[in-house]
């Protein structure tokens, strides 16, 4: 990151003014009266969770556009597709206005308007009550995005640990398990790949481009063009496959064949960094026992890859160590022993010494803003819920869901949901909405009408990030990076940010020792004063990052330390071994689909986030609705054309209440059907989104569990297409 | 009544036609194209008051529809008209003479309609001003609108000859010309639209002029089927030179569009698969239903109301045909991304058949009006 | 090979370098690098949001297509601004001369004349024109404040809201961004392109980046046969 950073408030300011000058000759500028004189605020963008720096450029109290912050780690001056149709939300004319109370039923709402009193003392009684009957561990909170640390904070404060988000056990928990089995750490987010110094990527899933994580794209980009060789493990040609050297159509649900034949190979041709195993890695005797199966051979029949590709591909990477990333990816939950296989990606990278290596994964910066000082301490509370799972890190939302309806190990009867959902977001939603139904109580705190809103009594309207100062966030790569999020506007309608409704809320349960603060600028302060950082100077800018606590690639001072049990990086796992588990990853076939149906692999539109997205007027406008893509041969045998709109049956016979339009494409294999995932929105609120295309949810009724960590598995979704006029 | 040495109704006729109106009695012609116009006006309300975007279907893709269309079609009517006129005096001026001024007055009227219609589908009229303070030369479409500023005074000019008692075949020379250069002119807008396979090509202003003599001569026979006749006799010998030009009118109409078919259809380069995707319409419709079955029907038919209803079939796939010409040069995209289609589709909106109907309307509402205030009396013989 | 992450800061000083030039000495060209392309349609919403277009207006598309069948199969990303043709059919076909080309060589729309006739789309070979027909993405009646605010185009305001200066009615287009360049700020889709695939400058500057780019590597014109002479150079 050595480039000349450019002052950006100079540049932003002057893309701003408007010129007084008539640019044209003819017609005379008789009503191109310029407007107020614009400000600029520094914010970080919430359309999905990078977070990338941007610029709100407000003028007359409104924020008129947004373009990416220069000094942003995650967004080095860029904002994503989706980012820079931020005020698509922002200005959602279907946005929640006010607070509202439920007073119909869950999920078949009627909605009274109501002050931000009556919402909250509802909310402080409800919670009062849970707390006395089944004690303050009975109400959990689902939170995803930036404001939730308020929540997490305030739920602390009530005293229940129980604060769970989808992007564990339903996104990237198995990836980090994976690697912190192996050592000792997880690779981030954003992740540690050193893409941009790369010599050679593997990809495997990651759909980058698509998947549009701003920087991480960036450094692929940077690390392609500067001649790394790419691989990509896709049974769908995804943009980023359209870009390898190697685009490996593997069959769905077989990665892990290949991985471990991978492992053989290296192994047994002694091609991997002895210097490095024997230094810091532990296991590879057994390693080598555990693998002696898992020929070329044998991983081309499963995976339907010759056997060649897959051999010359491992002696490619051989020859490209240690600067090599094998990625880690980011969506792992996917068919059940995806530890597992995070854990033959980690060993792969640890046999090419990658880790703490140039273009391999590099060791994060380190540094730390510490908490608010002098706040009380929280209450002593049960330890939050990871179900039976020994290696889950954080309390797992499938174990909390089923903790409502199994009442273990002990009940669970609120749940506040933040930015998150829900109802898409976790596998078979009639076990959501079973849970929703035994509730005591369950607050939605979101910006748009989505479904989950539909489910609580009450909802707690958000300003946007835009609209709103956040708790500050810090993060560490090659850099240690602070980042401040400073509102452009005041919030629209009655919407708040968390900030203020956790301190309100806290007012009426008594727990306004937590919220000792005056505002949110007060907090702030204070918080930066601690951590030494100037918050003018932080205010201003939005980001600043701090070099000096960055010391990314091994080097003889710059010692790796890994975090397990023998504090070495583990190929063979002996905890995994005490528990029950395979120490070394093995091959497990996973189920195929029956003649006639597909198996239903989905992923992202470059244009959406998840469901979040998909009400945005600028992204809807050009991404109105999800396609079902399907092999042009089978599109023939089944006599489908472009443009049809069909249905989907899966195998549990559970048939879409929506429907979906027919892409005809080359880019697919012919065993599955692909889709983007967060259409077909099922909440009449959203006036531009609801019932376009079909949502993954609708379908996944069924799912498996990792048992190492809970992660909910959901590539196992066979279906079959009916046509419907 | 006389006014500047012209003959023209006296203030009573005007006065009791208006009052039949005014009671509901104008008749069925005119209280129809009062409807029309109506419709025309509120259409035209919308289109200002909401904005294009609203009420219309024509978009990025489609910039040009049906009101495009009509003006293309009216104008190619007005010109039909001069053509008609002029062969009429050239070669059947005995017969064709009292209907002289009718027809002039018809191809004057039927232009502004045309050009309104066009009017309605600029997205700011208010500029309109722009074709005087900043001229574009090599603009088809600006000398579109020197052409027919030209062409529309000359025939106001031989209008108001008529009306003076006098004919000129000097200015009917000189129309005729004008018209010839206005409406190959028009066909160069679209021509010299190399992008566009549907349109582009040399031979497209000369499509463009002989569809015109076709649809011009169909209403001219209309005009003149729909006079009283004394006799059968009497009648098929006023309509020999109308049915004769619509009897050549389709004839090369016919071969115009066989050609261009046959060019399109052998033409490799970009876009020119439209031609393909069209051929089953264009040589089914176009072809065989709009153009050879009227050649063969006038030759069996003769009577008054089969030359009406004849006409009347060509005015209306004329109508359809110049829609498809026009819309037809947008079916397949230039660029393609998002959810642009293969092929492009347009229906026209409510309020742009409303536009259609509302020029159509107030073309026939002056004609039915001149004709029964007496406009056209006592101008059967006219000698020059 | 300079890093990519340099490049806007190359560009940019290339831009004020060139913006020292009289305006005719400047040529102005846009170089699309389609291999890195990966398709993200980030220049697409950020020139949306730059310019504040409405409902189906994308002054850059990006065209995806797939040529081959499974699994020999490539997929092309082809991102469209304005050619800024130097041979541009719009400009003769447009009758009050509202569309021209300014002597930097950009093709540009006044919307102050533009009587929205639509011939200059019918005439470009590449569909960059659109027509704003006064759609709102929010509905008729309540617009939001993103609907109604001025676009900064060309350097003025031009307020939805007013009819007299606003683009309603009018074609619309790419226009290289002039309020930003003219202001040493690089085109918006080239500051937001993930891949940094977008380069921009002045091509008669042989030390512009942009030169470089051009000089090194396979290029080629898009639907160059028709001699429009495109001022935008697309990376093989
Ligand atoms: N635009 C956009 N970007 C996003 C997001 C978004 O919503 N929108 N969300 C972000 C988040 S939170 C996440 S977790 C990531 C998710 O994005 P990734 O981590 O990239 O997700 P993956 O599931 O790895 O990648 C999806 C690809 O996996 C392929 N695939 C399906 N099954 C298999 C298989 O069995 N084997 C292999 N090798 N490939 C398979 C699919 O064809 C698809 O191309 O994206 C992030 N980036
Ligand atoms: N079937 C299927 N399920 C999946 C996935 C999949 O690919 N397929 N992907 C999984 C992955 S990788 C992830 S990370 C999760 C993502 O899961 P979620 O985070 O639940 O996904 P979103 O659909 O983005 O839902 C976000 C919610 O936050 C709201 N929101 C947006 N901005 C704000 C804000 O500023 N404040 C508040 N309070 N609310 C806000 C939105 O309106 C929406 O209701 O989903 C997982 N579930
Ligand atoms: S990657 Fe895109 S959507 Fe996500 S935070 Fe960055 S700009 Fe926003
Ligand atoms: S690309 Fe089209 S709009 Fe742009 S200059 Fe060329 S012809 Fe004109
Ligand atoms: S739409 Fe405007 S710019 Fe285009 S040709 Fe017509 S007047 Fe000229
Ligand atoms: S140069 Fe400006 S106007 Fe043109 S496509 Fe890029 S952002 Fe849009
Ligand atoms: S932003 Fe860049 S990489 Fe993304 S689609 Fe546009 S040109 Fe391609
Ligand atoms: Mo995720």
Redesign the interface.
């Known amino acids: 990151?050595s480039?000349?950073r450019?002052d950006f408030l100079k540049?932003a300011s002057?893309?701003?003014?408007?010129?007084a000058?008539?640019?044209?000759k003819?017609?005379s500028?008789?009503?191109?009266?310029?407007?107020a004189p614009p400000t600029f605020s520094p914010n970080y963008c919430e359309l999905c969770f990078w977070n990338c720096g941007l610029i709100a450029k407000s003028?007359n109290g409104?924020v008129?556009?947004?373009?990416?912050n220069?000094l942003s780690y995650r967004g080095?001056?860029?904002?994503?597709?989706?980012?820079?149709?931020?005020?698509?939300l922002?200005?959602?004319?279907d946005r929640l206005k006010y607070p509202m109370l439920n007073t119909g039923k869950r999920g078949d709402p009627k909605w009274k308007r109501v002050s931000w009193n009556e919402a909250l003392s509802f909310v402080a009684d409800k919670l009062n009550g849970i707390k006395q009957k089944y004690g303050p561990e009975a109400v959990a909170l689902f939170s995803h995005g930036t404001g939730g640390s308020f929540w997490k904070h305030f739920l602390n404060a009530y005293g229940s640990e129980n604060s769970a988000a989808p992007s564990f056990a339903q996104c990237r928990g198995p990836r980090d398990v994976g690697f912190y089995l192996t050592f000792g750490a997880a690779p981030g987010s954003p992740e540690y790949y050193d893409f941009?110094r790369s010599k050679f990527i593997v990809l495997i899933g990651s759909h980058?481009?698509?998947n549009?994580h701003?920087s991480q794209?960036?450094d692929l980009?940077?690390g392609?063009?500067?001649g790394a060789k790419l691989v990509v493990l896709d049974p769908r040609?995804s943009?980023?496959?359209?870009?390898a050297d190697w685009?490996l159509?593997v069959k769905p649900a077989t990665d892990m064949a290949i991985l471990l034949a991978w492992i053989k190979i290296i192994i047994d041709e002694e091609l991997y960094d002895k210097e490095y195993i024997s230094k810091y890695a532990i296991g590879l005797k057994e390693l080598k026992e555990e693998v002696k199966n898992y020929t070329p051979e044998w991983a081309s029949k499963i995976s339907e890859i010759p056997a060649a590709t897959i051999v010359e591909i491992a002696h490619e990477m051989a020859k490209h160590k240690p600067n090599l990333c094998i990625s880690g990816g980011r969506f792992t939950v996917w068919y059940g022993d995806d530890t597992q296989r995070s854990r033959a990606i980690a060993i792969l990278t640890a046999l090419m010494g990658s880790w703490g290596r140039e273009g391999g994964y590099y060791l994060p910066a380190k540094g730390k803003v510490p908490a608010y000082p002098g706040l009380p301490e929280y209450p002593d509370s049960e330890s939050g819920m990871t179900g039976d799972y020994p290696f889950a890190l954080l309390p797992v939302t499938n174990a909390i869901r089923e903790a409502v309806l199994t009442d273990k190990p002990y009940p669970c009867r609120g749940w506040i949901v933040y930015g998150s959902n829900l109802i898409k977001t976790m596998p078979n939603t009639k076990e959501t909405i079973e849970a929703i139904k035994k509730l005591d109580l369950m607050v939605a705190i979101d910006v748009l009408p989505m479904e989950i809103t539909q489910w609580a009594d009450v909802i707690l309207p958000e300003c946007t990030y835009l609209e709103r100062f956040d708790d500050i966030q810090t993060g560490k790569f090659q850099t240690f990076e602070v980042t401040l999020r400073v509102p452009g506007m005041k919030p629209m309608f009655e919407s708040r940010p968390s900030w203020w409704i956790t301190k309100e809320l806290s007012k009426k349960m008594g727990l306004e020792a937590y919220f000792p603060w005056n505002d949110i600028e007060d907090y702030l302060k204070t918080r930066c004063d601690a951590a030494g950082i100037n918050y003018e100077e932080l205010k201003q800018k939005g980001a600043i990052q701090f070099n000096e606590k960055a010391h990314p690639y091994i080097t003889a001072q710059n010692q790796p330390k890994f975090n397990t049990p023998s504090d070495k990086i583990e190929l063979y796992s002996k905890q995994l071994k005490e528990h029950g588990f395979d120490p070394v990853p093995k091959y497990t076939a996973h189920e195929e689909p029956q003649p006639g149906y597909f198996r239903l692999v989905f992923g992202r539109s470059?244009?959406h986030s998840f469901s979040r997205t998909v009400n945005n007027?600028?992204?809807n406008?050009?991404?109105?609705e999800n396609e079902l893509w399907i092999?042009?041969k089978q599109a023939l045998k089944l006599g489908l054309k472009?443009?049809d709109y069909v249905k989907l049956v899966n195998q549990d016979g559970i048939k879409t209440d929506t429907k979906i339009k027919v892409k005809i494409?080359?880019?697919?294999?012919?065993d599955c059907v692909y889709m983007y995932h967060g259409f077909g929105a099922n909440s009449s609120g959203l006036s531009r989104a609801d019932k376009r295309g079909i949502g993954t949810d609708q379908i996944i009724t069924k799912y498996t569990i990792d048992p190492l960590m809970g992660g909910t598995a959901i590539r196992g979704i066979f279906v079959k297409i009916v046509k419907e006029a | 009544m006389t006014l500047l040495n012209m003959n023209l109704p006296d203030i009573a006729d005007i006065k009791k036609v208006v009052t039949d109106i005014l009671k509901g009695k104008g008749g069925l012609a005119l209280n129809l194209s009062i409807i029309g116009i109506i419709m025309g006006i509120y259409a035209l309300s919308r289109l200002l008051i909401e904005g294009h975007g609203a009420v219309t279907n024509t978009s990025s893709l489609v910039p040009w529809g049906v009101q495009i269309s009509t003006y293309v079609y009216m104008v190619l009517l007005s010109t039909g008209c001069t053509f008609i006129n002029f062969f009429g005096y050239m070669f059947y001026r005995k017969e064709y003479e009292m209907f002289g001024t009718r027809i002039l007055f018809v191809g004057i009227f039927i232009a502004f309609a045309g050009m309104g219609a066009l009017a309605t589908e600029l997205g700011r009229m208010d500029k309109m001003i722009y074709f005087l303070l900043s001229p574009q030369p090599k603009s088809p479409m600006w000398w579109m609108s020197v052409w027919y500023s030209i062409y529309v005074t000359l025939k106001l000019v031989e209008l108001v000859n008529h009306k003076r008692g006098k004919h000129s075949d000097k200015l009917l020379w000189i129309t005729f010309i004008v018209a010839i250069i206005t409406y190959s002119n028009l066909g160069s807008v679209f021509g010299i639209v190399e992008q566009r396979a549907y349109y582009f090509g040399p031979l497209l202003p000369i499509y463009f002029l002989m569809l015109g003599f076709l649809t011009g001569a169909a209403l001219s026979t209309i005009i003149a089927s729909a006079h009283f006749y004394k006799s059968d006799t009497e009648f098929q010998n006023h309509v020999r030179p109308f049915r004769n030009s619509l009897r050549i009118g389709l004839g090369i109409a016919i071969v115009a569009t066989f050609w261009r078919l046959v060019a399109g259809m052998y033409a490799q380069a970009e876009g020119y698969e439209i031609f393909k995707l069209t051929f089953m319409h264009t040589f089914f419709f176009e072809l065989l239903f709009a153009l050879a079955i009227p050649l063969v029907v006038s030759y069996f038919s003769t009577c008054q109301r089969c030359m009406i209803v004849i006409c009347s079939f060509i005015l209306i796939t004329q109508f359809k045909i110049r829609t498809d010409l026009i819309v037809g040069g947008f079916k397949i995209p230039v660029f393609k991304a998002y959810s642009i289609p293969d092929i492009v589709s347009y229906m026209p909106s409510h309020v742009e058949f409303f536009v259609v109907i509302g020029a159509i309307s107030a073309a026939t509402f002056i004609y039915v009006f001149a004709d029964k205030i007496g406009f056209f009396e006592g101008e059967e013989h006219i000698h020059g | 090979m300079v890093k990519n992450e340099e490049l806007i800061n190359i560009m940019t000083e290339d831009l004020k370098r060139a913006l020292k030039k009289p305006a005719d000495k400047r040529v102005w060209v846009m170089a699309i690098d389609i291999k890195k392309c990966i398709g993200c349609h980030a220049c697409t919403t950020g020139c949306m949001s730059e310019n504040l277009t409405p409902p189906g207006i994308q002054y850059r598309p990006v065209r995806e297509s797939e040529i081959g069948t499974f699994p020999n199969i490539a997929l092309k990303f082809l991102p469209r601004p304005c050619m800024q043709c130097e041979n541009p059919p719009c400009v003769k076909v447009c009758p009050v001369k509202a569309t021209y080309k300014r002597e930097d060589g950009i093709t540009i729309i006044d919307y102050n004349k533009c009587v929205g006739c639509r011939y200059c789309l019918v005439a470009c070979p590449y569909g960059a024109r659109s027509s704003d027909v006064g759609a709102y993405y929010t509905g008729k009646f309540k617009k939001a404040t993103y609907e109604v605010e001025s676009s900064q185009e060309y350097g003025k305001e031009w307020a939805r809201r007013n009819h007299f200066c606003s683009p309603v009615g009018n074609a619309r287009k790419c226009h290289f961004c002039i309020h930003r360049i003219e202001k040493g700020v690089l085109p918006r889709c080239v500051e937001t392109c993930l891949s940094n695939a977008t380069y921009f400058g002045d091509l008669s500057d042989p030390d512009s980046l942009v030169a470089k780019a051009v000089a090194k590597t396979n290029t080629f014109k898009y639907k160059e046969l028709l001699g429009t002479k495109p001022r935008v150079i697309y990376i093989t």
Do not use: H
């Open positions: 990151m480039i000349s450019r540049i002057a893309a701003a003014a408007v010129s000058a008539p640019v044209f003819s017609v500028a008789m009503s191109n009266k310029p407007s003028v409104k008129v556009k947004i373009e990416g220069p080095n001056g860029k904002l994503c597709g989706r980012g820079n149709a931020g005020l698509g922002l200005y959602d004319p941009a980058l481009g698509e549009a701003n794209v960036q980009i940077n392609i063009s500067d040609l943009n980023v496959a359209s870009k685009w159509p470059p244009l007027f600028m992204l406008d050009l991404i109105p092999n042009t472009k443009g494409t080359e880019r697919l294999r012919e």
